[in-house]
């Protein structure tokens, strides 16, 4: 019997442990875990990206009622005390300008960056001039008198440009105003992975961002507004789709020979689709614009190379002559396409002034530049305790001038599910109560992603039937008033 006995207490395979034996040792453990390794510092929201998204974000949470008391930061690798002291004398643009639909532009208000913006830098446009560079099929874009419902002063803005640094310069102006936000910059994200277990707290399912100055913090939500390249986005797990356009976006600040056809009160932009890609003019303050020319890599690398004077012909060409002019001219590749240029307008005829944009008289010195053409969408915006806006969520294209508006509307979306999450008791990471944000954004997202795809892709064809089936679309929509007013509409951000 004690045999028996003794054989129940032996110990096989392995040994047993008091409730009360494991709770102390796990306890001493964290205790020991504790003194080893400094713990993260907890937020409720680490931004990743000081950009206009992930900017934005952050004036709208401290400048919301209910969000306001929640601990937020933001790791941006840039210095931003230069983006603070950002300035250029009057006659100098930078070569980075968005386009801000007044849906855009009413958000800022809301949130009350919109008054720290350097408005003698802004330029609305109420026209735009579109056509197709080898039909001439045309359309042109434009509130009628009779159609505005109210004749003040920006109920016929189709958008605003103004150059990115000056939204978020703008924006820093803001969050200065509001206090409240931690700021790691320049910071770099060197790692990304959940949290420990610790006495006090249990992080297992929170994301721990280590940073380049060596500290540690944690989400409770951590946004990704990090661009393409997103290192959040990859933390989750989220998968990208698309393609590249194997084409180049060539940007320049340009001078014209005036103001405009109708003057400052009245600018108009201007888009030509080429069989390379659409070139676009878009109108700056004074006799300034902005050019946007999606083309080849290996023509983007010949316009870079110009001398002033044939880049400046060039410009004007790809608004005058046919598209074989311009696959000639692409084709010198030792210069003196001014020369030629001026040849061949002469024997140039059907050319409506006043339907085209002024003469570029110059281009401004360091301000040609190209970067890569793609479309991109993650699979979802959302994951546990991490969520996704602007370019890390996705890419589109630049014909249509919506990415920093897409962005926007992220912001704007995400606001309303957080406030509503927590007027509602909810944890704002979890991804139930994200979800919301997912459903409102991402259908609308991939809607307008693939639009400005086929758009491109409709009018990379040269010759053919696609050319006459496009012109004849192209005019029924300019023929027909009230879908131009819808399309006009939705551009705009309106619903």
């Not at 400048?63 to 950002?86: C, H, M, Y």
């Amino acid at each position: 019997m004690i045999a028996a006995r003794s054989s129940l207490l032996r110990p096989t395979g392995r040994a047993f442990v008091c409730q009360t034996c494991v709770r102390t040792i796990r306890r001493n453990a964290r205790r020991h875990a504790s003194t080893d390794s400094k713990l993260p510092e907890i937020y409720d929201v680490v931004c990743v990206g000081g950009g206009p998204a992930g900017l934005s974000l952050l004036a709208a949470l401290r400048a919301s009622p209910i969000a306001s008391r929640l601990k937020v930061a933001l790791v941006e690798s840039q210095d931003l005390n230069r983006t603070r002291g950002w300035k250029l004398p009057p006659n100098q643009y930078s070569n980075r300008v968005s386009s801000l639909t007044p849906a855009s532009v009413k958000f800022l208000k809301d949130i009350g960056a919109w008054r720290h913006i350097q408005r003698s830098r802004v330029q609305a446009y109420t026209e735009m001039q579109v056509w197709d560079g080898v039909s001439g099929s045309r359309i042109s874009f434009d509130w009628p008198e009779a159609s505005s419902p109210a004749r003040h002063a920006s109920s016929n803005v189709i958008a605003y440009m103004t150059e990115n640094l000056n939204l978020t310069s703008a924006l820093l102006a803001r969050l200065n105003e509001l206090g409240g936000v931690s700021i790691f910059s320049p910071t770099a994200v060197e790692d990304i992975s959940l949290g420990p277990e610790t006495e006090q707290y249990d992080l297992r399912s929170w994301p721990v961002v280590r940073l380049s100055d060596g500290s540690q913090i944690a989400a409770r939500l951590l946004v990704g507004a990090d661009g393409a390249n997103s290192p959040v986005r990859q933390f989750a797990g989220i998968e990208t789709r698309g393609w590249d356009y194997e084409r180049m976006g060539v940007v320049a600040t340009v001078q014209l020979e005036g103001s405009g056809w109708r003057g400052e009160e009245e600018k108009c932009a201007y888009q030509r689709f080429l069989p390379t890609g659409p070139v676009a003019l878009l109108p700056l303050p004074n006799n300034f614009s902005t050019l946007v020319w999606s083309t080849t890599p290996s023509n983007a690398a010949l316009l870079k190379s110009l001398a002033s004077e044939d880049l400046t012909a060039m410009i004007n060409a790809a608004f005058r002559l046919s598209p074989v002019d311009l696959a000639y001219l692409h084709t010198m590749t030792s210069g003196g396409q001014a020369e030629e240029i001026a040849w061949r307008e002469q024997h140039t005829e059907g050319i409506v002034t006043e339907k085209i944009p002024m003469r570029i008289t110059g281009v401004q010195e360091g301000s040609v530049a190209a970067f890569p053409l793609k479309m991109r969408h993650a699979d979802t915006y959302t994951g546990e305790r991490v969520v996704l806006v602007g370019d890390a969520a996705h890419s589109i294209h630049p014909l249509a001038g919506q990415g920093l508006n897409q962005g926007q509307g992220d912001i704007q979306a995400l606001i309303s599910v957080l406030t509503t999450a927590l007027s509602h008791g909810q944890d704002i990471g979890d991804q139930l109560s994200l979800e919301p944000y997912n459903a409102a954004r991402y259908a609308e997202n991939n809607l307008l992603l693939g639009v400005v795809d086929k758009l491109h892709k409709l009018y990379s064809a040269g010759s053919g039937p696609v050319v006459w089936a496009r012109s004849l679309g192209l005019g029924a929509v300019e023929r027909l008033g009230g879908v131009k007013r819808l399309i006009m509409g939705r551009v705009g951000g309106g619903s």
